[in-house]
């Protein structure tokens, strides 16, 4: 079955520190991978995708995320993080073989907050 | 161009009331979803339409969840007899096609007494 897994309820982080947000997944076949964010009271934003290319995948406001295939993760990541990226962090997949079944498959979500 | 709208913005409404909630998609976007957010949760799936084909509702927790989309633009998700336990922020969202990025609307909070 399709999952998506983000193994840290909240993450904590200085400002201007790097932040990492982690998420798995375990889908078959090659995944189509997202991020999105949800500021407080405001509706989920789109941040990055992953689909074919360099694994490497840069984003809105200054973040980026790696896919690694072996390790079937696709981390979030900032190298500086500002107090305005506190925020929920949503990782979503879908499989690109799987013929109808293209709905996104969601996480629970990662709280970040970064402390000034 | 405009993004996702939603109406209303919030809703209050009495246990066994009927409710009915309002997505107008962005302009062309032929997939449109439904998802519900509790407070402090993850999204919940309920349904998707796309194109003319006929719609997933899987993700619908009862019977009395039911959604229409009219001429594949707006959508209309309507619970009856409501319960307390569908209180919750429901998200539309839209995308150019199934599998693509979404881009969601402000929500609608429904708070039923």
């Known amino acids: 079955a399709q999952s998506v897994a983000q193994p840290e309820d909240q993450v904590n982080v200085a400002e201007g520190n790097p932040l990492t947000v982690k998420c798995t997944y375990s889908v078959s076949g090659n995944p189509y991978l997202f991020w999105y964010v949800q500021y407080p009271n405001r509706g989920l934003q789109f941040l990055l995708k992953?689909?074919?290319?360099d694994n490497l995948v840069k984003g809105s406001y200054g973040f980026e995320a790696e896919f690694n295939k072996s390790q079937t993760s696709f981390h979030l990541k900032k190298p500086s993080a500002l107090v305005s990226d506190s925020a929920l962090y949503f990782c979503?997949?879908?499989?690109?073989?799987?013929?109808?079944?293209?709905?996104?498959?969601w996480g629970l979500g990662t709280s970040l907050a970064v402390n000034p | 161009g405009a993004g996702v709208s939603q109406s209303p913005s919030n809703k209050v409404t009495e246990k066994g009331k009927d409710v009915e909630l309002r997505c107008d998609p962005i302009?062309?976007?032929?997939?449109l979803y439904w998802y519900r957010q509790s407070l402090g949760q993850g999204l919940e799936f309920l349904i998707y339409?796309?194109?003319?084909?006929?719609?997933?509702k899987s993700g619908l927790p009862s019977d009395r969840f039911s959604a229409e989309r009219t001429g594949g633009s707006v959508s209309t998700l309507t619970i009856q007899r409501t319960q307390q336990e569908d209180s919750a922020v429901y998200l539309c969202?839209?995308?150019?096609?199934?599998?693509?990025?979404?881009?969601f609307g402000p929500g609608t909070r429904l708070t039923v007494l």
């Open positions: 992953y689909i074919t290319g």
């Open positions: 339409f796309q194109g003319n084909s006929a719609p997933d």
């Open positions: 969202a839209s995308s150019l096609s199934h599998g693509r990025e979404q881009f």
């Open positions: 979503a997949v879908r499989a690109t073989n799987a013929g109808n079944n293209r709905k996104l498959i």
């Open positions: 302009s062309g976007h032929t997939a």
